[in-house]
């Protein structure tokens, strides 16, 4: 009788973590896969950013060019050049949640 009510109480808990599971915050997402091309401050400014002449995401300027649509596709699709590909897809690392919180964080870097 104690072994089904294990199992039970152990079925319970981990489907209790699974819905407790919350997305990463957005400066997390960022830092863990954004900064290492656009920079901790969105300027572009790493090796690999120089390389692939990325925008400054805390120019006002630059900001004021892309929509948040165009951000979260990018985000979610990945960016080609002449079918070579400079971003990444996030899709299948990233919720939707997710996405449209890093579009508003990278809406911060804005000076």
């Known amino acids: 009788m104690k072994h089904p ?6 079925t319970f808990a ?3 973590g699974a ?10 997402n960022w830092d863990n896969n954004c900064a290492k091309c656009h920079g901790p401050d969105g300027k572009g400014q790493t090796k690999v ?3 692939l002449k990325l925008k400054d995401y805390s120019d006002a300027v630059v900001q004021a060019k892309m ?8 985000i979610t699709d990945g960016v080609f ?3 070579i590909e400079k971003m990444k897809s996030f899709k299948a690392d990233l919720s ?4 449209k919180d ?3 964080y990278v809406r911060k870097l804005k000076a």
């Open 5 to 10: 009510i294990t199992l039970l109480l152990s």
């Open 19 to 28: 819905a407790v599971s919350v997305a990463a915050p957005a400066s997390e």
């Open 49 to 51: 950013g120089k390389k």
């Open 14 to 16: 981990f489907a209790a």
């Open 96 to 99: 939707a949640d997710e996405i």
């Open 67 to 74: 929509t948040d649509e165009e951000m979260t596709k990018a």
């Open 102 to 104: 890093l579009v508003a």
């Open 81 to 83: 050049e002449k079918e």
